[in-house]
Structure formats: structure tokens, C-alpha cells
């Protein structure tokens, strides 16, 4: 019988609003697209069963209402787009650091590298992105923390005199206390309370009286690395007399919890000590200077880990460090060439970002790239005998071109055993153009066809088309999946599979390029970064990236502006970046209870 | 938790120093025998395991034959023969949920609860219109630990097999309403958790648990502080945290007696291919905790809802949530061969109770394993029978040696069952989806 493929396991679709999606009429799907300037109605083909699942634009109450009615980016209160009447802002979720912070956090607090966090409970999704946004903490994972945070104050033992700003020997009690009140700041990330000061002074008394000043120091380590403060991203807001009631009023952050977004947005990690510096002298009270800081941030080799942080969970490959391959199939597939392909991908997004024209244009067309030695032969290429993988070389540009065509992405979305046009083409429909699909029904064939060699990908996918049950999800999917069929499973270029030419042709159905039709993934990333569509979608991911949670009505305005300054940039990813810092939803919260 | 190994104080008994001495091939040591005969004079106790598998069974090459007297296994269940007269097998049992939030495999977070995922946006991807958060209520195995756990240092352990990320598909267990419990899919971190501690003096454990409990202190300092000033919303959040430390403080004045269990050569517990060595180190692991009192209540999750492990070992490559979605015949098959498989972990699960004189008995007189599937069928993704299979008697709450066809009743009506089997006749119903129709007939 013949079989399709479907992707299995779908827990990595895209929701990207707050608010629930609209309730979808089977037969006939009308997706709302806000694309830039003009709200459009995007009509999918009506045979698609339940058809796609969110849409980007302000639905949120209005499952009923068309496109029609949307007024362009304007905020809800008529005002023109890019200037917002009052601070406005939807409600950030109490979040807890992901692995990735905790590394981070952890190795810049204590100067110990490595990921102790691999043994700590994984992180909840939001969209496309790690945040522990939702479920509440289990005991295991205290468990984790306490563990982990026993081992790393042992650790941070071997660095005391590094780590301790004082004469620890001379006096070792004096000296514990200047510990806690600098340690205290950083841990914390903003400074002790008298009674959060008191309480770990003691504790390192009661340590040093067991065991001496290493052991006072181990104890209080371990109990700011066990603490709420520095678990969670806590913010109150400039009014700290007033209990959070749950009052619905939007607060200023204050200048500590700004200098924390500032680092966790563009560092994945704590500030530094100039940001404390600024934080404590108050300059980070305008959008100005907010952007100032992160102009300052983006230049600093840290801003490389939230760049490939991002990267890697927008084009989910945070499983490519696991990804298995069928050994017959791809013998040269090997844990350094899959860490190869991941260090690409990181290494040519940051350069694009941070040191080319930063341009989105560039992500998707750019026919150089950053390569470690194993993708050499991969990709075909002579390896120079001085090649350091920090310095650009060029592709074929007939090959190679931008972010679609890394191995990372080519190989992740795809079996273990063949390439998948429907993997790829649903990354590139929920990833890349922000509409999520449905998941198949539950009573279709989802293994792959097997492997023929007497017909190419595209024939053994053929049933996609004819049978009308799968058409209507499959048009929109195919025919984007089929234009990487250049690539095998694990992103080797070929020309023919079996002897047969390979066929690349496809078409971004539903598409607002001019031309929607493309041959091969190069041309594919030439129509997207022409796409609104993409546009929108690259500043709604990053906007869930930037805030961990789901974007609401509340921050409307605040999106606009995003989109403006994205597109006065010419598409510059490095401008909106810099233009999310200087939103009010990144420098205000709205105090609001849920239940 | 201050720990007496039965051999005596033993320095250093960490997996580290039992990896040093063995070059074997990754794979788990019997641990019979497990404990001395002494300590096991006190009176045994009863205890739950459940067991959860994905992606549905074959109902025809599921489903035993019985006349009343004897059971015949099916081809699925075959490698339970040696232990077919400790069985209970159940059919006909299913859910009455087709509207609300979630679908499918995310029904897993209902296994164990009888009661509907919450609505939310957490997991908006299940299908076009029905968002939906996390499991809503509480699980039957964390009631229990809450009724018959706490005398033991662990109410509860939650063992994993290749669970992955957060998610609906990789819970199992959940504390309340919106509180999954993860799986430990680590099998040295969980030897961690239960055993490290055993190769440790009194002076050093002494020394230990007073350091644990001044951090502790500061840290509930701090969490009640930011417990009074965060929203309502977020203090649920804290409550929880609140309530880990206050458990894991009090976990630091109990005692177990406990034989360090053996862990063999250290292997990546993430790779597909370890699934069967990590599945026995759990296994293991588990008894022992069981055995020795660490816990009396304990859940296996063996790789999440729709779960695309390849069972290489079998001879299969295609990811296991691929053949489920396959009505073919050889694909049927395939998913016979998996579920066949997994019964005989449940077989090795059984054989390692039974190799722990209680009483009588074994350990296994005075257990109850509960082995159930997220769906009843792949390819259909339905939920009704589940496919349930009962081992143990209990502590003789339960009569085994039975196939009981419900016909088409609810599952909820299990959950009490369950309840009543485990010593809490006065549980009536559970879940929200209970219809108020109590335990199944016949079952006790």
C-alpha cells in the first residue's frame, strides 16, 4: 500500500498569541495574516480538515470576525502606529531561569563552565522557545537545584580568592560578609535587603564556625543559588511598597529588573557589572538609554549565545544534538558532524547579526558561511590548510544559501533514513511563515513511503495530491517541501536521486511575494525574505524569545512599533533587537492575577 | 535521610566507585539478593507501581483468554506466562471525552486522573480549536502518596524511559491541577537521588543533613518573602516551591536500610539505543527503593505520548509513533512485537518482587502493578479499552489469575478500584470525569 509521511510528534508547533486561536471551520479557513501595514485575509485552499491552527494578528476575542475589520497596525485606542498613548503592556507569567540561563547564570556568577543543568528537569516550551512559564516547580527539580548547587559551591571552592573580593585569611568574618553583600548583588541580580543580607551573613557564620571560611562560603552559595531570587525572573515594578495586588495597573520595572531583561534577552545570562553600574545610577530610564546598553551588549561576545540560542529554537534544531541517523543510509553521519552542523548555524547567525548587514535578506540568501572541518566534505568544498571556522568562506552559490540550506536545518528536518518534503515544508509553514498547521488525523498512514529506487521523493509523495483527504493540508506543505529535495537527509547536495533529475520546483502557497513559485531551496529563501509574511513572523518569534511567553492584545502597540523600526531598517534582525528593548513591553509590567 | 547500608557504613559506595571495578557490557547486575533477612521482620506494606507504554496496543493480540478458571495469555502478553496466575487483566474500560480541550496522545495526562487536561494555551498545537493547558487534576498514584506515603522518605518516585522536554506526552503524574510531576529519565541521577548517601559515615551524613537544613532555612526565609509580594497567579508558583523544600527538609529526618543497588558501565542514557539497558537500571532501582522503604509508591513512564523511539533491538527502525499511525498488516505487527516487548519488562519487573521474600510471600503478595497505554489504538487513535493489566495481590486485596471484560464502562471507575485495592475503601469516585458510579464490579 502505498504510505505518507507525515511528522510525527508534534509538541514543537508555533502558537505565538496568548489568546486562544480561532475556533476553525473545517471546510473553509480563513487565516488572518497581519502583514506589514495592511491586515490581509489569507483564504487556504477549504479542504484542509481543520486547517491552520493560529494566525498572527489580534483574533484573540474574534473568531468570528474577518480580517476585514483590522484597521492596519494601529493600537487599539485609533492611535497611528508606532506611538503608544500609555504605557501598555499584556501579563508576563513568574518565570523560572531555563538550563540554558542556569549555565550561563551559574558560569558567569562563578566562573565554573560546562552545563550542570543536564541535571535538571527539562524546560517547558512556549511557542517555539524554552520558558518555564507555566507549571509550577516539582520536587525533583528542587531536588535538582539543591544537588546541583551543592556541587558548584564545591567547585567554586577551587576559585575562592578569584571569587572573594577580600583578605579572607586576615579576616575571614569581615571578609564573609563583603562576600555576601557583592555576591548578593549579582546572585540576586539586583542588592541584598537588610534582612536577606542579615540571614546570609549569619549562615556564613555558622558555616565558618564548622568548618572555616570555605565552608561559610560553600553554605551561602548554596543558598543563593537555592533561592527564589535567583531561580525565578522576579519583577515588582518601580512601586515596591505596593503589595502586588492584582489590580491590573501597568508598573515601570525598576532599574535592576530592566538590567535583567537587558541580559537574559541578549546574553541569555545575568548582567555584567556595568549594567549593575547603570542599573544602580539609574540610566537605564528611557528607551535611549535602554538601547545605548544593548548597542553596548550586542558587541560583547555574550550577545553570540542568545543569537545562537535563538536560532537554534526558532529552526528547531535543539534536537539535533540527539539526532540519530540510519547508519546504511548515512555512514558519514557522526556526532562531530552533527555537532559541526549545529556550530554552523550559530556561528553564521551571530556573524550575520553581528557583524554583517544583520539583515534578514542575509539569513536566508547568503551564500557564505562559517564552517567547522567535518562540513568541508559534506559541502564539497576544499578546506584551506589555515581555515579558522571564525572566518567566512564562500559556498556554491548554486548549493548553498542561507539558514534553508544548512545542514542543520536540512538534516534535523528530515528521517533517519530519506530526506521528509513534509517535515520541511511544515517547518517552513509554521517556523518560518508563523501558520501553524493542524496535526493529521489520527487514521492516516504517517510512516514515510518506503524508499523505491525506481521513483524519485516527489512520485513516492504522490498520493498527497491525488487523494483529496490529504490535499488540503498536503498543498499547502508539499509543495514547499518539495523544493529541498536537492538535499539527502542529512543535507548532502545531490542532483539526481537514483538516476532520476531531481525536481525542486514548488510554490509558497498562499504566499504575498510577487512570484510565489520557486525552484530549489536557494530560490525558496530569496521569496521568503521578500515575504511579509516571513517578516512579521521573524519579529513575533523573537518577540516570545525576548519576553518567554506569548504575545497578548496588551502588547499591540508595542509590536507596531517592532514592525516599524524592522522595516525602516531595511529588515535589519540587529535593529529589532534593539528596537525590542525600547518598547513599552519590555519596560513595563502589568500587575495581574490569573486565577 | 540518614541511610544504614545493611553491610555497614560503606565509604564511598557511589556509582563512581562501583563503575571503576566493572568492565561489563552496559547492563544492569541482579540485584537479588537484595536485604539481609532482618530487616525484613517489619510487618510488609502495601505498595503501588504504574507502568505507562505509548502509543496503543493491538487489541486481538492483546486481549487473553479466559474460561473462568485459567488464563491464556495472548501473543502480546506471553511473556508474562511465568506470572500469568498474578495477573488481572481488564478490557472494556475507556473514557467519554470527546469535546474540551486537547486530544489524542495529550490524553495521557488522563491516564492516571480520569479528569480532562486544563483549557489553556500551553500546548495550542494539539489540534486547530482545542488549546490546552496541562493535566487537571491530581494523579491516583499522588493521592496514594499522599494518603500512605508519608511515612516513608519518598512519597512518591517517578522513574522515566527517553521522556524528552516538558510536555502533556511526557507527564504521567501530576500533584494537582496545572502540577505535573517529571520522570527521572536518568538512571544515575536517580541512583544519585536514592543511594549516594548510603556510602557515607554517620559523622559525614550527620554533617550533611545539619548544612542542608541551615541553607534550607535561608531559602524558605526567601521564599516566604517573595510568597507575600508576587500576584496571586504566580504564588502557586512559590506555594509549590514552598512545599518541595518543606518535603525535602523532611525527608532529611527519615531512615531507610537499603543494599546499594549496582549499576554496571556507564552508558548515555539518551541514546535510542540505551532505551532497554535504562528501562532495567529503572527497573532495578525501583524495586530496591521499594524494597528497603524508601517509597511505597512508584510510576515507570516508558518515552512519552507518541513517543518515536526505534526499537533497533527489535529489528525496527521506523520511529514507533510512525508504525502506529500504519494500518498495514506488517506494521500491526511491528506494534504487536513492541507491545510484546514491554510486557516483558512488566515480566522482569515481576520476577524481581518475586525474588524478595516478604512475609510468606514475595514482595510482589504485597504489591500492585498497574500496566496501562495511552491509547487503546494507534492507527485510531482511540482510547477505548485501554489496555490495563493488574499484577500482584496486594497485600490480598486482590484476587489475580482473572480476565475481567467491562464491556464499556469508564475508566474512572478503576481509579477507585485502585484506591480500594490500596486500603481506601472510602473512596467513592475520582476524577471529573467520574459519572458517581463508584468502583467496578467485580474487580475486589
Redesign the interface.
Known sequence: MSRLGHPPNQDYLVPLLATRPPKVDPQVVSVEVRAWGVAAALAILPSCYSGLVGSDGHDSQGATEDAGDEGGPASESGAPAGVCDEPSVDTSPLRRLTRSQYDNTVSDLLGVAGTPSAAIASDEKVGAFFSNASAPVAELIVEQYMRVAEELAQTATANLDALVPCDHVADPLGCGATFVEAFGLRAFRRPLTPDERTAMIALFELGHAEGGFASGFTLVVEAFLESPQFLYHLEFGLEPELPATDSGDVVALDSFELASRLSYFLWDSMPDDALFDAASADELDTPQRLRAQAERMLADPRAAAAIANFHMQWLRLDKLAELEKNATAYPTFSPELRAAMAAETARFADHVIRFDDGRLETLLTASYSLLDEPLFALYQLERPADHDPAIPVELDPSQRAGLLTHASVLATHAHADQSSPVHRGVFVRENLLCQPLAPPPPDVDVVPPELDPNASTRERFERHRSDPSCNGCHSLIDPLGFGFEHYDGIGAFRTDEGGKPIDASGEVVGGDAPDNTFDGAIELGQRLAQSELVRTCVAQQWFVYGFGRLRGEGDDCSFDQLRTSFAESGHNVRELLLAIVMTDSFRYRRIEGGQ | MTHRSTTGPRRGASRRNFLGGLGAAGVALPLIPLLEPEVLAAPPATRLILLTSANGTIHEQWKPEFDGNALALSPILSPLEPHKNDLVVLDGLGWRYDDGPGV??MRICMLWNGTPMLA??????????K?C??GGGITVDQFLAGQIGQETPFASL?FGVHN????L?SRVSY?GP?????P?D?PY?MF??LFAEFGQSEAELG?LR???K??????R???T??Q???????R??????L???R??EQRLDTTATCEVPLLGKQIDP???DSFPVVSRLQIDMMVMALACGLTRIASLLWA?A???V?YNWLGL???H???A????DP?RAQIAQINTWHAAEVAYLLEALKAVPEGDGTMLDNTLVVWGNELADG???SQHPTPLVLAGRAGGALTTGRYLDFGDDRHNRFLVSLCNIMGMPEVTSFGTLDEGTGALDGLV
Open positions: 489524542d496522545h489553556g494555551n500551553e500546548f495550542q498545537n494539539s489540534t486547530g480549536d488549546p493547558g496541562w517517578e524528552g522536554n516538558a510536555h506526552y500533584a496545572n502540577q505535573p510531576i517529571p527521572e536518568d541521577a544519585d537521588r554533617r545539619a548544612r542542608r541551615s541553607v534550607i532555612d535561608v531559602v526565609g526567601n521564599l518573602t517573595v507575600a509580594k508576587v500576584a496571586s497567579a504566580d502557586l508558583k512559590i506555594e509549590a516551591h512545599d518541595a523544600v518535603k525535602i539518551d541514546a535510542n512519552r507518541g513517543s518515536n526505534r527502525s521506523t520511529e509513533h510512525s508504525i499511525h500504519d494500518s498495514s506494521a492507527w485510531t487513535h
